[in-house]
């Protein structure tokens, strides 16, 4: 069966899940959504058992909030086994991290923190803690990358916003692959993806938000499987740049953009070990994109 968009599938295709399988973590706590806790813990207790539950990835909640989320999980009869990245806003903060995690019968774990660095100091300072550091788009970020590897840490990166200074060039998510891939280590994206495929749409929900260009998930995610196996950066660019979706090809066991084809097995692989998420304050806009798109049942 082939799935290509325009053309509704019967099923999902192996090599769609294997790019699309936990890659959203859920952060509807956060701009432009901006829920309050009880609704966004409710919102990620039903697309847990939804019918694409397996494209979700983690809750993501401030360190500041966690109180609040366990007083939300708790009031929500929330099943066992949540996942969450937890934004830490100060170093002092993973002590908090430490102390959750440490409680007895509770059922959620923070496996995942994220953090800004303003300099290669600051990434050292987290020496020795699990985390996803986010770094600067707008300069070169390759040495502060390169740092990390030897502080077994991963990479951030911020691809969008409530305005259009806060999305990065193509050249500058480029050069952020290039540095991740350089320095074998994983990242995630935040903000901004809440399209498959790049194209103009309101920063915001409100009806008078303003447009601009936004980058799309499946551009960057495959993308960062170009750059993993050695595409000429100019390629690179290229998908990052692509607004047709139709440029994307989904076949039972591959997916391809023009003569660059990946197979299932190695998307696994890069989603698993390189490009492992991407935070979205909405879960169900990039679901329904995809099932305009004729990507989704």
């Not at 952060?27 to 409710?42: H, I, K, Q, Y």
């Not at 590897?149 to 952020?176: C, M, S, W, Y």
């Not at 607004?243 to 299932?264: G, M």
Request: charged share 20%.
């Amino acid at each position: 069966m082939n799935a290509t968009p325009g053309m509704p599938p019967t099923a999902t295709t192996p090599a769609l899940h294997a790019l699309l399988a936990s890659l959203i973590d859920y952060a509807g706590l956060f701009p432009p959504a901006g829920l309050d806790m009880e609704t966004a813990v409710s919102n990620y207790a039903r697309y847990k058992t939804g019918p694409y539950a397996w494209m979700l990835g983690r809750f993501v909640v401030p360190v500041a909030r966690l109180e609040e989320f366990e007083t939300a999980w708790l009031w929500a009869k929330a099943p066992a086994g949540w996942k969450l990245s937890a934004l830490v806003a100060k170093l002092e903060e993973l002590e908090a991290v430490k102390a959750f995690n440490a409680k007895q019968n509770w059922k959620v774990e923070i496996d995942a923190v994220e953090l800004k660095a303003g300099s290669v100091a600051d990434i050292h300072e987290v020496n020795g803690v699990t985390a996803y550091v986010e770094v600067p788009s707008n300069v070169d970020p390759t040495h502060m990358i390169a740092a990390m590897a030897h502080e077994n840490l991963r990479a951030k990166i911020r691809t969008g916003g409530l305005t259009a200074d806060a999305f990065p060039q193509v050249t500058a998510v480029a050069r952020f692959l290039r540095a991740c891939a350089g320095a074998h280590i994983p990242f995630k994206a935040t903000a901004g993806l809440h399209h498959p495929v790049r194209c103009m749409k309101p920063f915001t929900y409100k009806p008078d938000s303003p447009k601009g260009t936004m980058h799309g998930f499946l551009n960057v995610f495959l993308a960062a499987a170009m750059v993993r196996r050695g595409y000429a950066n100019m390629l690179v660019e290229q998908v990052l740049a692509e607004e047709n979706p139709r440029a994307f090809q989904f076949s039972d066991d591959a997916v391809r953009w023009r003569d660059a084809q990946f197979s299932s097995a190695e998307l696994t692989d890069v989603r698993t070990n390189f490009a492992i998420a991407f935070g979205s304050c909405s879960f169900e806009d990039p679901i329904t994109d995809l099932q305009a798109l004729g990507l989704l049942p």
